[in-house]
């Protein structure tokens, strides 16, 4: 069964940092994308990041450029959000997806998610 | 990043049809053989149900169905069910490879 988890949510002043991370198993992860989505609360679904899945093309939204960066490790099976200068706007549910396919380096197919981990960003 | 256009909210009594309209731009619907359609129930991680504007994810009931009109994407969900009450989202592939969602849709089911 295909499973997605992540942690390493938590409480962060503005300015601050967290890193993220997402531990995936039950498929061969090493040939699937990933991607993060944020949702703040009672608020609507953001795309935040993505990582092919040789982690050689990597993009991220235009809210959390040169803030946040998105990596993989393609041997422990696990994708991270380092996230930096982090603002108020920034709190939410942070979940990771598995895209079913790609075309070409478009992958659009957001199929499996994980529960999500929660971060606030608070004075 | 400008979101997609949702209606906020829509009801339907069970066993009546129900659709979901999505408007975007020639960026992203008009442009994008890439529209989904998820559903989330209170407090839980959304669910797929259509990718590729019309396929039905694994497992999906056919009572869901997608399609696409120019900027306008739709979801159309068949003899509604009690259980079928969340919220929905599109979302499309937009021409500077990046991912928009739509607002969203409440819908209910009286």
Same mark, same amino acid.
């Given at each position: 069964?295909?499973?997605?988890?992540?942690?390493?949510?938590?409480?962060?002043? @503005? &300015?601050?940092? +967290?890193?993220?991370?997402?531990? #995936?198993?039950?498929?061969?992860?090493? =040939?699937?994308?990933?991607?993060? $989505?944020?949702?703040? @609360? &009672?608020?609507? +679904?953001?795309?935040?990041?993505? #990582?092919?899945?040789?982690?050689?093309? =990597?993009?991220?939204?235009?809210? $959390?450029?040169?803030?946040?960066?998105?990596?993989?490790?393609?041997?422990?099976?696990?994708?991270?959000?380092?996230?930096?200068?982090?603002?108020?706007?920034?709190?939410?549910?942070?979940?990771?997806?598995?895209?079913?396919?790609?075309?070409?380096?478009?992958?659009?197919?957001?199929?499996?998610?994980?529960?999500?981990?929660?971060?606030?960003?608070?004075? | 990043?400008?979101?997609?256009?949702?209606?906020?909210?829509?009801?339907?009594?069970?066993?009546?049809?129900?659709?979901?309209?999505?408007?975007?731009?020639?960026?992203?619907?008009?442009?994008?053989?890439?529209?989904?359609?998820?559903?989330?129930?209170?407090?839980?991680?959304?669910?797929?149900?259509?990718?590729?504007?019309?396929?039905?994810?694994?497992?999906?009931?056919?009572?869901?169905?997608?399609?696409?009109?120019?900027?306008?994407?739709?979801?159309?969900?068949?003899?509604?069910?009690?259980?079928?009450?969340?919220?929905?989202?599109?979302?499309?592939?937009?021409?500077?490879?990046?991912?928009?969602?739509?607002?969203?849709?409440?819908?209910?089911?009286?």
């Amino acid at each position: 069964q295909e499973k997605l988890v992540e942690s390493g949510g938590g409480v962060v002043q @503005p &300015g601050g940092s +967290l890193r993220l991370s997402c531990a #995936a198993s039950g498929f061969t992860f090493t =040939t699937f994308a990933i991607h993060w $989505v944020r949702q703040a @609360p &009672g608020r609507g +679904l953001e795309w935040v990041a993505f #990582a092919f899945y040789d982690a050689k093309k =990597t993009d991220l939204a235009d809210s $959390v450029k040169g803030r946040f960066t998105i990596s993989r490790d393609n041997v422990k099976d696990t994708v991270s959000l380092q996230m930096d200068s982090l603002r108020v706007e920034d709190t939410g549910t942070y979940y990771c997806v598995k895209s079913r396919f790609c075309s070409g380096s478009i992958c659009p197919t957001f199929e499996t998610w994980g529960q999500g981990t929660l971060v606030s960003v608070s004075s | 990043q400008s979101a997609l256009t949702q209606p906020a909210s829509q009801s339907a009594s069970p066993g009546q049809s129900l659709t979901l309209s999505c408007t975007g731009t020639s960026r992203d619907i008009g442009s994008s053989r890439y529209v989904s359609w998820f559903q989330q129930h209170p407090g839980e991680a959304p669910r797929l149900l259509i990718y590729s504007t019309n396929t039905r994810a694994s497992g999906v009931s056919d009572r869901f169905s997608g399609s696409k009109s120019g900027n306008t994407a739709s979801l159309t969900i068949s003899e509604l069910h009690i259980k079928d009450e969340a919220d929905y989202y599109c979302m499309s592939y937009r021409d500077d490879a990046t991912y928009v969602f739509g607002t969203g849709t409440a819908v209910s089911v009286l």
